[in-house]
């Protein structure tokens, strides 16, 4: 048995999920996949957060998680002025160029402790992401936007990152609306819900 499996390692975790992506084909989603994964590491990329600064990417099937390690160069504040821009940007240019496999996202940030054993990683912060990412607030987000992706981010991330309007993040352009279950523990996330402010630039309105 593989004792550190039961050691919990501090990571910050982004969750995405396609849109709609039963309504494709099989053919069509293996394409989906391969898109997905290749655009997820050049948003990563755009913040500095190279394949060194994360574990391997946890496959969800249509979507995936990305679990990244501490690193003072790395703040969390980069996932959101930076990281999430980027994956929009990248989903709209890959429309562009293959209109075919054109693919909207709902994503989440959350961060926690994650647990890994020999078959992937788990433990309760990777519930709450996982259980950010599909709720139907996101989902009825994405269906009434435009935008290539929709976000929510975790009562965590809110309380210790945007509510202090760091550079680059408008506190104001998120709003308390998401609400979940795991176990009997009732939590609550965040939406960003930006267009009711002024044009944004990066996650800033």
């Known amino acids: 048995m593989d004792i550190s499996a039961d050691l919990p390692r501090h990571r910050a975790i982004v969750a995405v999920d396609i849109e709609a992506s039963t309504d494709r084909t099989n053919s069509v989603r293996t394409q989906l996949r391969i898109a997905l994964f290749e655009l997820l590491d050049e948003a990563l990329a755009a913040g500095g957060i190279g394949r060194k600064h994360r574990d391997p990417f946890v496959d969800r099937g249509d979507g995936a998680l990305c679990l990244i390690r501490p690193h003072d160069q790395l703040p969390k504040t980069l996932l959101l002025t930076t990281v999430v821009p980027a994956l929009a940007e990248l989903l709209a240019g890959h ?56 976000l929510a981010v975790s009562q965590e991330i809110h309380r210790s990152v945007v509510r202090h309007g760091y550079p680059g993040i408008d506190r104001s352009a998120f709003t308390r609306a998401v609400h979940f279950k795991l176990g009997d523990e009732r939590l609550r996330g965040w939406l960003y819900t930006p267009e009711t402010r002024a044009p944004r630039q990066g996650m800033t309105a």
Do not use: M, N
């Open 95 to 150: 429309a562009g160029s293959r209109p075919e496999l054109a693919f909207r996202l709902r994503v989440a940030v959350h961060a926690g402790e994650v647990h890994r054993d020999a078959r992937a990683s788990y433990g309760e912060d990777v519930d709450i992401a996982c259980r950010l990412v599909d709720s139907q607030e996101l989902r009825r987000r994405l269906g009434q936007t435009a935008d290539w992706l929709a």
